[in-house]
């Protein structure tokens, strides 16, 4: 064979045997994409919500009036009423973190159907007298402080509290049908304070449980023309003569839903 002829076969067997070599090697994979990281969890943000629960309250009762005029307070105690029951409401508000920090304003306003009736013996020997106190709608404006473990907020609250009181009382004046009414709606405004905890289960939803104590003062109502049996006279007492108080206060329970944006 012609020196020629051999490089001409040895050229040949190379390039039919490229290919299969080049099969044979490993083919390098692409670069993979860098992972896709989620932002952590923050609670600053405003957010809108709804709540509802249980409130229970004390109405404790006192007298002012002037002696020796036949007053219906006169030699009788009046007993303390305790309203209770239902609440719903809904709530708006603002959070601001910094580190483990958490920061924040909230208002809130809830409708309530807490009442409560109570019958006792009239300064009339023999007769019964009643008692009635009731919530209508209560609201709050608070500030906010807690400290954040991950998905979860514990934090203590307090600020200002307004809300809707009406006061009753009825007096028996035969014993049978006849009965005199007296009745007084006030707006009062008072504090409020509490603590809670909120677990926020997505970025936007956040799930919260609260307890606050609601402190409204006082509210009045004057029954200085209440006719009683022991009255010096026929004509009702001047009025501011015979005028109940009633201290408000109310302690309140209730879980909530919030969306944050």
């Not at 006849?178 to 409020?192: A, E, H, I, P, R």
Request: net charge negative; glycine share 12%; with cysteine.
């Amino acid at each position: 064979m012609t020196r020629t002829s051999f490089l001409a076969s040895t050229a040949l067997t190379g390039a039919l045997a490229y290919p299969a070599m080049a099969a044979d090697m490993p083919v390098k994979a692409p670069p993979l994409p860098p992972p896709v990281i989620a932002p952590a969890l923050t609670w600053t943000g405003v957010y809108i919500g709804v709540n509802g629960g249980y409130a229970w309250g004390h109405s404790a009762t006192s007298c002012t009036f002037v002696t020796g005029i036949g007053s219906a307070c006169e030699g009788i105690a009046f007993p303390n009423t305790h309203p209770k029951g239902g609440l719903v409401g809904v709530e708006i508000g603002a959070d601001w973190q910094y580190q483990n920090w958490v920061f924040g304003l909230a208002g809130d306003f809830n409708w309530l159907h807490l009442r409560d009736t109570v019958q006792f013996p009239s300064v009339d020997q023999g007769k019964t007298d009643q008692l009635s106190s009731r919530y209508d709608w209560l609201g709050t404006a608070r500030a906010r402080a807690g400290m954040s473990f991950g998905q979860s907020l514990l934090y203590g609250t307090g600020g200002v509290a307004f809300g809707r009181v009406e006061d009753q009382y009825i007096h028996d004046i035969t014993g049978v049908h006849q009965t005199q009414f007296f009745s007084s709606s006030d707006t009062l405004v008072g504090w409020t304070a509490g603590a809670g905890w909120e677990y926020m289960f997505t970025r936007n939803w956040i799930f919260k449980l609260e307890y606050l104590h609601v402190d409204l003062g006082r509210s009045n109502l004057d029954i200085s023309a209440t006719v009683t049996n022991q009255a010096t006279n026929s004509s009702p007492n001047p009025p501011g003569t015979t005028v109940l108080h009633f201290a408000n206060t109310l302690d309140i329970v209730r879980a909530g839903l919030k969306l944050k944006f």
